[in-house]
Every structure is written in structure tokens, then in C-alpha cells.
């Protein structure tokens, strides 16, 4: 099949498969998984116009509406995190937007800043994975009462309440936010999440990410939040910045029709991409609860590493 935006030749069957198998791992820490399918555009199919940046941001807007679904069904929004989210990254991805565009067409430069941005995340979620001392007591409690929870459940055990594992809100205001989760209550200052998303955004409109993918390990390693509570947030908010940078592509790309850039996304790859993500994210959202935070963190840590280094050191060389 041809996708004459981004002028790739495949088969319709490997950008789906593609993109189920990775949203449905990394929906569980509550990324999209649009970090890892922009490589394997750029690096396997050959996509390396401007335009592979609102197409990632496609497939978050087809993608994501499904794990979202889950994570509003069992009760795990955590809803005013995720307005402070979107309050930060959006203004954000239009900075991005222009950056991508006017600084960072040519493809090695590109591929450098890719690298830069992962090997950050990865390292990020490495650190909190092997930092002793790093957890609060509470958020070692709360994780072992859901692993004593999980063996119940694998044990067929059909007496476990769901109830508790709610995200409740407890307090909001401009400067802190509190809820409670699982008999445990955690709290952190708003303005600084804003702060960190405003630069989050930036990044993320110029990768084509929506910036899930650095707010979700910042908010467990430096806000000290439990992944199973920040998840769907960080995805939600993932959805409508991705289509707010959808937008803002599209409508500028005549504006630099002059330098011969594809700019406006390949709509056919990036739905199709979407389609695959779509069904992932509702498995990932679905098996979340029943695997270690750990286990997710480190998966993602060990993938993003690996392309961070690929990435770097084929610049540097």
C-alpha cells in the first residue's frame, strides 16, 4: 500500500500490528507509545519530512480514546491533574510546532533531538527504578497491598472490591491538588506541574509525542504519585494537546508550502497506526492492574534506552 503524504510503500498489516503491540505496554504507564512509533517511521519506513510529527500526533488522537474509556470506567482519573496538564502543555506544542518546522528539518538534526529526548526519559525511569530510599513509605505500601491484591485475583479470589482503588479527589486549588487512592492520600504543588508541562509541551509538539511520554515518569519519580493513578491523566491529556498540534500543523502548512516540505500529516498512516493503538490501549488500560509497577517501568525504561543510544550514537558516527 502507498501513502502518498509520506510517500511510504507496506503492507497496512505491519503499521497496526506495529502499533498494538507497543501501545498496549506502554498505555500501562500511561503513555501513548507515539515515542517509540516515530522511530520506527523515521528509521524503518523512511518517513522524514516534518511531517511524521503531526502524523505521530494522528495516532494518539485515534489511539488513546480507548484506554482513556478504561480508566474513566474503573474510576481511575484523576481529573484534576489532568487539567493541569492540558493548561501547560498546550501553548507549549504550538512552540514546539514552529521549532520542528524552521530548525529542525533536516532529518539528522532531527534524529539527534529524538535521541536527546529518550535517553533522558530512559534514564529518568532507570533512576527511580534502582534509587534506594527513592520511594515514600506510603507508595511501597500501596504497591504492596496491590501485589497481595493481584495474587488474589490470579487466584480467582472473586471477593476483591474494586471500590477502593478510586482515585477520590480530596482538595484543589491554584497552588496544591490532594486525592486519595487505595486508603492513601498524596498531594503536590499545581504550579510546578504547570511549569514543567509548559516545557513538556514544547518538546512534545516538536517530537510529535503530546509529551505523555515525559510527564508520566516525572510524575512518579519527582512528584512521587503511584503509576496506577497517573496513567490515564497523563494519556487524556496526551489526547487533546495531540489534537490541538494536529490542528495547528495543518493550518500553518501552507505557509511554508514555499520550502518544499511535506508539514501536514499523512492522515491514511497516522488512522492507521491509530486503528492498532486504538485496540492495544484498551488491552494495556484492561491488564494494568494486574502487573507490577516495576515491571512497566522497567520495561519501558529498557526500549527507550536502547533507542535513545541508536539514535546518538549513529549521530555522532
Not at 513509605?137 to 491484591?149: S, T
Not at 509497577?293 to 527507550?304: D, F, N, P
Request: glycine share 12%.
Amino acid at each position: 500500500m502507498y501513502f502518498e503524504v509520506s510517500g511510504v510503500h507496506v503492507s497496512p498489516l505491519i503499521p497496526f500490528f506495529v502499533a498494538f503491540v507497543v501501545s498496549t505496554f506502554t498505555s500501562m504507564g500511561g503513555v501513548s507509545g507515539a515515542f517509540l512509533l516515530l522511530p520506527f517511521q523515521v528509521s524503518v519506513l523512511g518517513f522524514i519530512s516534518p511531517a511524521v510529527s503531526p502524523t505521530n500526533l494522528v495516532y494518539n488522537i485515534v489511539a488513546i480514546p480507548s484506554g482513556v474509556y478504561r480508566y474513566i470506567k474503573e474510576g481511575r482519573m484523576a481529573w484534576p491533574l489532568t487539567w493541569v496538564i492540558i493548561a501547560g502543555t498546550l501553548p507549549g506544542v504550538f512552540i514546539g510546532a514552529i521549532i520542528r518546522i524552521k530548525y529542525l528539518p533536516d532529518p539528522t538534526n532531527f534524529k539527534f533531538f529524538v535521541g536527546c529526548v529518550l535517553l533522558y526519559i530512559g534514564l529518568r525511569l532507570f533512576y527511580t527504578i534502582v534509587k534506594k530510599g527513592g520511594k515514600t513509605q506510603k507508595a511501597k505500601d500501596l504497591e504492596e497491598r496491590f501485589k497481595q491484591r493481584f495474587d488474589k485475583i490470579r487466584k480467582g479470589d472473586k471477593l476483591v472490591d474494586d471500590h477502593e482503588v478510586r482515585v477520590k479527589t480530596v482538595k484543589f486549588s491554584l497552588t496544591r491538588y490532594t486525592y486519595s487512592f487505595y486508603g492513601e492520600t498524596f498531594t503536590f504543588n499545581t504550579i510546578a506541574l504547570f511549569s514543567l508541562t509548559f516545557v513538556v509541551g514544547i518538546i512534545g509538539g516538536t517530537y510529535g509525542i503530546g509529551g505523555g511520554a515525559i510527564i508520566a515518569p516525572f510524575l512518579v519519580a519527582v512528584f512521587g504519585l503511584p503509576v496506577y493513578t497517573i496513567a490515564g491523566a497523563a494519556l487524556l491529556g496526551t489526547l487533546l494537546t495531540s489534537v490541538t498540534g494536529v490542528i495547528f500543523y495543518t493550518v500553518i502548512a501552507p505557509y511554508y508550502a514555499y520550502t518544499g516540505l511535506a508539514i501536514a500529516p499523512d492522515w491514511a498512516l497516522g488512522a492507521l497506526f491509530g486503528a492498532g493503538g486504538f485496540a492495544g490501549m484498551y488491552c494495556g488500560a484492561r491488564l494494568q492492574k494486574h502487573m507490577s509497577a516495576k515491571i512497566i517501568k522497567t520495561i519501558l525504561a529498557i526500549i527507550i534506552t536502547l533507542l535513545a543510544g541508536k539514535y546518538i550514537i549513529n549521530f555522532l558516527l
